[in-house]
């Protein structure tokens, strides 16, 4: 198995142990390890990917921001400047908030304004299975612009969007002949 951190708010939608789960993973590459975040929403790994992006946020700190508030919330916070709301998350003082403002407002309000409401628990999409398919291709060693190529074809020959496990096994054997 994996050991993947999750922040509270994903841990408090897992299913009881046994049944299966989908999880959006991001995956944090540093020169001493490798360390798996998972999210129940695909909303919420972008907002977290957002965070990790302002200096002095690192993913462990992401994560606990995201355990003491929604990724909605935090979004709205951040685009309507509210200092208190975010220093009244663990962790995060005067100084980082202010920070998070200045570094992700644009970058927010574009994320707010997605089709979905950010921090919604949509269903998966194909675009989501595409995504998440040429990240673990990508991770695995193939050359980017292969896995692409050999994935949108997967895509288009398929009448509706496939899992990713049927996915990632077409792909393979496409990349592996």
């Known amino acids: 198995g994996y050991r993947v951190v999750v922040p509270l708010t994903t841990f408090y939608e897992l299913p009881e142990i046994g049944q299966p789960v989908v999880v959006h993973v991001h995956t944090h590459v540093r020169e001493?390890?490798?360390h798996l975040y998972g999210f129940h929403a695909q909303e919420e790994r972008e907002v977290?990917?957002?965070m990790i992006s302002v200096s002095g946020i690192g993913p462990k700190l992401a994560i606990n921001i995201l355990s003491g508030i929604a990724a909605g919330?935090?979004?709205?916070a951040v685009t309507e400047e509210d200092l208190k709301r975010l220093t009244g998350i663990?962790?995060?003082g005067k100084k980082t908030?202010?920070?998070m403002i200045l570094e992700l407002k644009d970058k927010a309000v574009k994320l707010g304004q997605g089709t979905a409401p950010v921090g919604a628990m949509a269903g998966i999409t194909g675009d989501?299975?595409?995504d998440d398919a040429l990240s673990a291709l990508v991770n695995l060693g193939y050359k980017g612009s292969?896995?692409?190529d050999v994935v949108e074809r997967i895509m288009r020959e398929t009448p509706e969007p496939p899992s990713l496990d049927r996915l990632l096994k077409q792909a393979l054997k496409a990349l592996a002949g």
């Open 90 to 92: 663990p962790g995060v």
């Open 32 to 34: 001493d390890a490798i």
């Open 48 to 50: 977290f990917q957002l």
């Open 97 to 99: 908030a202010e920070r």
């Open 146 to 148: 292969a896995v692409k």
């Open 128 to 130: 989501q299975v595409k």
């Open 73 to 76: 919330e935090l979004i709205r």
